[in-house]
């Protein structure tokens, strides 16, 4: 089974990743289960106004991001919560790689500041 963990938090104070390593360790005890995390801070993902399947050639992070979506059988967000959401940047990918959330299972982890 092949699990993607967005972290959709791009801030350099971000916490978010931490919570992220720890569930991919927990996940990764698991017999057969397989791990992609995808660091949104590591994607060049346009606005959505310029939607990257419109460009000629789009950035090789947005292609391999959609790959990894694709391939895998159930994807975790993970996020700050953000003014009582989520992040933008998340977002923006949501919209961006809607077909390859469609039919998936889909997790998500939230944090927050005290």
Not at 2 to 17: C, D, F, M, Q, W
Not at 33 to 48: E, Y
Request: charged share 25%; net charge negative; aromatic share 8%.
């Amino acid at each position: 089974m092949k699990i993607a963990i967005i972290l959709g938090s791009v801030r350099e104070e971000r916490k978010t990743h931490l919570i992220c390593f720890y569930v991919a360790e927990q996940l990764s005890k698991i017999p057969g289960v397989s791990l992609q995390l995808i660091d949104l801070a590591d994607v060049k993902l346009p606005i959505l106004t310029q939607r990257w399947q419109q460009q000629p050639e789009p950035d090789e992070s947005l292609v391999d991001t959609g790959t990894i979506l694709q391939e895998a059988d159930g994807i975790i967000f993970a996020s700050p919560e953000y003014h009582g959401s989520y992040t933008g940047v998340l977002k923006n990918a949501i919209d961006h790689y809607r077909e390859e959330f469609k039919r998936k299972p889909i997790g998500v982890i939230t944090t927050f500041s005290l």
